[in-house]
Structures are given as C-alpha cells and as structure tokens.
C-alpha cells in the first residue's frame, strides 16, 4: 500500500512569489492535514481538510491556503512568500475524520520549500 | 494555549542502553498522545498512540506511559541499536488540534 506523497520534494522560490505543495493521501483516506516545521519552532499545525471541506486551521496568516479535491489529493498555496515561510512543510492523512479521531496521522516525507 | 515540552532536547548514548524520553503537557485535557520518530530531512513515522483513558502501551522495545493527571508522558526504548537514531516527537490532541514538542534528538552509538 503506498504512503502519503508529497510534491516536489524541494521548491525554491523568491519572496513575494507563489508557491503550490501537493499531497496525495493513502488511498481511503479522507482527512489530510498540513504542518509546518520551521528551524527552530517546531512541528506546527497549519490546515486540517476532511472531505473537500476545511475543518481547521492553525495559527497561520489567511495567504497560507489550500483546498481538497474529489479524490481527496490536497493542496497548499502560499501567497507572497516571505523568507520565515522557508521550512519543510509535511503533509499527514487519516482514515478517520478529525484530530480528535482514535486513528492516528501517517505523515508524508515533506516537501522543503526555501525562500530567498 | 497547550504547550508542549520534550526533555532532553539531545541524547547521545551507547548501544545496549535502555533510555527515557520525557514529554510534558500544560493541558491536561487531551484526548490522546503519539510518540513519532522523525528521521533527516523524512516525515513522521507514529510510534506509540495512547488514548487519554490509557495508562501506558508497548511496540516491540518501546513503551509509553501517560500520566494525564501530572501532564506528563515517557517514551521508554529498551537495548537502544544505532537504528534508534533518530528525532523523537510527542504530540497531544487537545480542543481539536495537535500540538507537538520540539523533540528529542537521539544518539545511539556502536
């Protein structure tokens, strides 16, 4: 059975320049969350989709966004990308819907974006 | 606003040790707790979860202890291989979010 896949592997990108991570799910899997793990802050939340629909979002700025399509892939935009925003974005799926779920997160491998 | 601490924040220790990794919680109102291993430039991998109605749960050489009423949980990892070597991370689910430590970086030396 194939993991959660995340693309690309890295991006780099200029300030104030747009940038779009994917994520596909574990087949079955409905929710998917993204988090973000930034030099020296940690591992935070930032979104949580559950069919096609944002349940949750972290402590983030309204130019991070995103969305779930059909088939339950996810995407993170970043608008306007400033030089904190470098950081390895992971991308986690669940078969139950919600943190608060017994089911736990399978994480991607991430994807690295960097901002010059 | 839960926080969540994890101690010590580097260990180094030679093969054959059984260790402890501490992970502490402000909130004590959690709805469960996961210990994942993060490896270089990779995602998480879910170790351990335990249910805020568990005491404790075993993998192979690790187990996991929670104590909900302190705030606290152990990571216990028993005869460490080199393979151990990793960054360990504690999360909690508490008001519908997860919240994670900032890890423990583990060192096992042949």
């Known amino acids: 059975e194939a993991g959660v896949t995340q693309s690309p592997t890295h991006l780099i990108k200029t300030r104030g320049q747009q940038a779009t991570l994917r994520c596909s799910p574990i087949?079955?899997?409905?929710?998917v969350y993204w988090y973000q793990q930034a030099l020296g802050l940690g591992l935070q939340f930032l979104l949580w989709y559950d069919e096609g629909e944002e349940r949750n979002r972290g402590n983030f700025p309204p130019r991070f966004s995103g969305r779930q399509f059909p088939n339950y892939s996810s995407e993170l935009n970043v608008n306007a990308l400033e030089l904190e925003d470098s950081a390895l974005y992971l991308c986690?799926?669940?078969?139950?819907?919600?943190?608060?779920?017994?089911?736990?997160?399978?994480f991607g491998p991430g994807t690295r974006l960097t901002v010059l | 606003k839960q926080e969540v601490t994890q101690i010590p924040a580097a260990l180094s220790v030679p093969e054959g040790e059984n260790l402890v990794l501490n992970c502490s919680f402000t909130?004590?109102?959690?709805?469960?707790l996961q210990w994942f291993r993060q490896d270089p430039g990779k995602g998480l991998t879910s170790l351990l979860l335990?249910?805020?109605?568990?005491r404790e749960q075993t993998s192979g050489r690790l187990n996991a202890s929670l104590d909900k009423s302190s705030g606290r949980s152990t990571l216990y990892i028993a005869a460490s291989q080199p393979g151990d070597s990793a960054t360990y991370l504690c999360?909690?689910?508490?008001?519908?979010?997860?919240?994670f430590g900032e890890g423990t970086q583990l060192t096992v030396n042949p």
């Open positions: 335990i249910q805020s109605s568990q």
């Open positions: 986690a799926s669940s078969l139950e819907a919600g943190l608060l779920s017994t089911d736990t997160q399978y």
């Open positions: 087949s079955g899997h409905t929710s």
């Open positions: 999360a909690v689910v508490s008001g519908s979010r997860l919240t």
């Open positions: 909130d004590s109102a959690i709805y469960n």
